[in-house]
Every structure is written in C-alpha cells, then in structure tokens.
RNA sequence: GCGCCUGUCGUCAAGCGGUUAAGACCUCGGAUUGUGGUUCCGAUAUGCAUGGGUUCGAAUCCCAUCAGGCGCCCCA
C-alpha cells in the first residue's frame, strides 16, 4: 500500500500550528474592525474569465500559474488571489449603493502552480482588506495604516514600507512610450524575458534582475527616463498628499521607483511590506489601488484600493505560540463518574479530559500534567465519601473538598 | 520553466564499500496496584525515498524517478 501524501506545494496546518493561526485570524478580525471593515468570504473557485479580465490576461499569474479545469463546459480556475472574487461579489450583490466607503477584508487559501520554495507554495493563505468607493488620498492613507497597524498588532516590527505611483493610464502610457523609445536602441541586448516585457508589459521592464539588463537601465539616458517624474499632475499631487498623510502619521516608507507590482489592474499607489527574515520571498504585503477595475468587471465606475499579505510568512515571522492547556481532567478508574463528571464541567464552560482506559493513577496523573492544569482526582476515596480531590499541577497544591465547591475551585 | 544541494524510525540524527544500522527526543510498558513534571530499567528500522545498475559484498558508488530545501523567475 503506498501511502498518500499532501501534494506538492501543500501543507497541513497541524494541533501545533494552530495557536499561530488562530492569533492572526483574531487580531484581522480585531484590527480591521476598528477601521469598520466587515468579513467576506468568496468561494475558493471562480469562473476563469474573472481573472483574465481582472488580474490581466498579461500577468505572469493568469499565463502560468493557474488551476485551471472544465467542468459542464464551464472553464473555472482556483483563485490565486481575491482582489477579483471580491469585485465580482460587490458587482453582483449591488454593494455600490450602499454607502461608500465599503471596506472588507478577507482571509483564505488561494492557489498558484509555481516551484514552491521557502515562504512559497501552491495552496497559500492570504488575508487582505479591500476599500471600495474613495479616490482621496485620504484612504490610500487609511489603508496602509491597516497594513502597518495589522502588522504591529501580530508584534512585527522589523518591516519596511515600499512606495511608488503608477500613475494613471493616461500617464502611464506616456511613461511606457519613453521607456520604450529610451530602450529602443538596445532592444538586442536585452534578455530574452525583457524582449517580450518590452512588447507586452514595458513597466515589468523595471524589476528585471539580469545584470545585462541592469547594465542598460543605468545608462543616463535610460536612468533618466525611469527616474524622471513622467506622472500628471493630478496623479503628482495624489501622491503627494498621501506621502504627507503618512508623514504626519509618522508611518516611514520609501519611495521605490522600480516598485511595479505583477497585477495588471493596479494605478496610482502600489505599495509593498518587506521584511529582512525572510529569505529571498521577502514581501509580507502587497497592493495598491485599482480605480478601474469594478468597472472593468461590468460594475459601476467605482474607485477602490487594498493589499493582500501572505499568511505563512506571517506565520513563520511570529514564531511559535504554546498551545493552550485544557483546564481539567479527571483521574478515576470508574468511567461512567468519569463521563459524568467530565460533562458536568463542560457544560459550566470548564474544558475537561478524562482518562478513558483505567491506567495506573501515576499513568493518569502524568497525561494530566502534560495536558491540564488540574487534575480532579475521582477514586474510590473520593467515591465512597462523595467527595472530590483537586489538584493544582503547576503548584502540586491539592485539597479534598465536596463536589460543589468543584466548580467554584475552577474559576 | 531553469540552476545548485539534500532524502537513514513519528522527530532530530551517527554511519562515508564488509557494523548486530549508534545515540537523543517523542510514544508505550515497568520500578511505583492512589499522586506527575526528576531518576532508573525495558520495548519500538530484516530497514536506509522508490526502481534499476556496478560489486564477492551497497544505507554508503552510478543512473532514473519521486519528494524536500535554496536561488532564478514570479509573488503574498
């Protein structure tokens, strides 16, 4: 019989990975809700044209890396991000008439078909919130202050904060048009990838890492064009006013003019979290603002902005957190008190174990150590007197009392 | 999709062509038939990811496959 094995890229997330988990999920859920961000939860697979026409048919993550299958003639994909989910919900369900700002936040698996690594896998976990309904810089502030204040609250410190401006496709595509006249003459030397990114996707140009490349990007003339503030001056000052914002919110960041993001739909302000622990998948968060992109799905011209942040880098910056003891269990070689007894405490809200093969009472006693902070002790002592002997395991503390006081003695 | 490295019990590992495949932790049992976290004993791999080969002889060398790690790519 071979045994079958969590599939490449997979993981479990055990008992002992729980405490970690479940502390991420509360302080999203605690976090966000300060901000008056509600929870969605969209399904797991989409319809594949949702991210085609969301998440760009360009992107490396549409071209490459999705699950795609048909099922009844339907091409569905495994979502490899929830930006696009959560528009289609918001188109679908009519949430542009209520009153704006719409924020929501999620959490969940997503899934990419890449070469896992370290801080890399297939199925995936990503929390993130979307804000629907502003334009005003005001609420690209506001949402990287969820970021960062989300962040803090898991006691992650260590983290840089990445800026840039796109600017919008008007702009955008004046940008593109230097860019691509700057580099015409060196179009030979580029690496193969740069050849098509120059074709399909000039600002992906930007985070090539072939030194040959780089070379080229640094020549005055190329540097200059990356460089120089090619955005309009609506998009100038909206970028301004969100650097002042977080400026006097004492937020520090650093403007990255090579920072570009993947995701076709974003303009204006993307931006990045990397931490330094991490190895070489450094970015714990990313997003940016996608005014175009509700409308895109056939919704109303709706601006919105908001990050995702990967769960298992997240996870693997905390740390470990002990798993938390159960409060009782009850030493006995009488099953049926054992039960009864045990019921009796959990339906006072008192979390009890009891041993259920009639072991030595040293057997019993040392399963309770590992895994309780009291032992109750139901013996044939305790039996015939109807009484009860609790023990404090962390001090070794340990009085016989009536079986009322029990209760009281647990809380 | 590309490159480099790794694969011995549930976990961490020693072994580097001839060993009875160390050791530690965990688990289970006993010392201790009603008192743990210390101690002491004992049990647990005919097996070294899988399949081929080389050799008198392979966990040890070679090849393939699978899986994992790291880097590139990409991204959270």
Redesign the pocket.
């Known amino acids: 019989m071979t045994i079958i094995?969590?599939?490449?890229?997979?993981k479990d997330i055990l008992p002992a990975d729980m405490p970690v988990w479940h502390f991420m999920e509360e302080k999203a859920n605690e976090v966000f809700s300060k901000y008056g961000a509600k929870e969605i939860r969209t399904p797991i697979f989409e319809a594949t044209e949702l991210f085609a026409r969301g998440v760009g048919d360009t992107?490396?993550?549409v071209n490459?890396?999705m699950y795609t299958f048909e099922k009844s003639e339907r091409s569905l994909t495994l979502r490899p991000?929830n930006t696009a989910g959560v528009v289609r919900s918001f188109i679908e369900n009519g949430m542009h008439r209520l009153s704006m700002p719409v924020k929501l936040w999620y959490k969940g698996p997503?899934f990419?078909y890449?070469?896992?690594?370290?801080?890399?896998?297939?199925q995936?976990?990503?929390v993130g919130v979307e804000v629907f309904g502003i334009k005003q810089p005001a609420a690209d502030a506001e949402v990287i202050l969820m970021a960062v204040n989300y962040l803090k609250a898991l006691g992650l410190n260590d983290l840089s904060v990445e800026l840039n401006s796109l600017g919008c496709p008007k702009c955008r595509d004046n940008f593109k048009n230097s860019l691509k006249q700057v580099l015409k003459p060196y179009l030979g030397e580029l690496c193969e990838?740069c050849q098509t990114?120059y074709e399909k996707n000039p600002l992906?140009l930007l985070?090539?890492?072939?030194p040959e490349c780089q070379e080229i990007f640094a020549k005055p003339e190329v540097r200059n064009v990356i460089f120089s503030d090619f955005i309009c001056e609506e998009c100038a000052e909206h970028f301004n006013a969100l650097k002042s914002y977080l400026d006097e919110l004492k937020i520090t960041y650093s403007v990255n003019k090579l920072l570009?993001?993947?995701?076709d739909y974003y303009n204006r302000t993307v931006f990045?979290?990397k931490s330094n622990n991490l190895?070489?998948?450094?970015?714990?968060?990313?997003?940016g603002r996608y005014d175009s992109l509700v409308k895109n799905l056939g919704g109303e011209d709706i601006p919105a902005i908001g990050?995702?942040?990967?769960?298992?880098?997240l996870a693997s910056l905390i740390g470990k957190i002990e798993e938390t003891k159960t409060t009782a269990f009850v030493v006995s070689?009488n099953s049926a008190e054992a039960i009864k007894l045990s019921e009796e405490l959990r339906n006072n809200g008192i979390s009890c174990e009891f041993d259920f093969?009639n072991?030595?009472?040293?057997?019993q006693?040392?399963?309770?150590?590992?895994t309780a902070k009291y032992?109750i002790?139901l013996?044939?002592?305790?039996?015939?007197t109807g009484k009860i002997?609790i023990?404090?395991?962390?001090?070794?503390e340990?009085k016989?009392i009536s079986k009322d006081l029990l209760l009281s003695e647990l809380k």
């Open positions: 094995k969590a599939q490449k890229g997979t992107t490396y993550i490459k890396e991000e997503m990419r890449e070469r896992p690594q370290a801080g890399r896998q297939r995936f976990h990503q990838d990114r992906r985070d090539c890492k072939v570009v993001r993947g995701l990045e979290i190895g070489s998948q450094n970015a714990v968060c990313g997003g990050f995702a942040m990967g769960m298992e880098r070689n093969s072991k030595k009472f040293v057997k006693i040392e399963k309770a150590s590992k032992a002790i013996g044939e002592d305790e039996l015939k002997t023990k404090n395991l962390e001090t070794s340990q016989t």
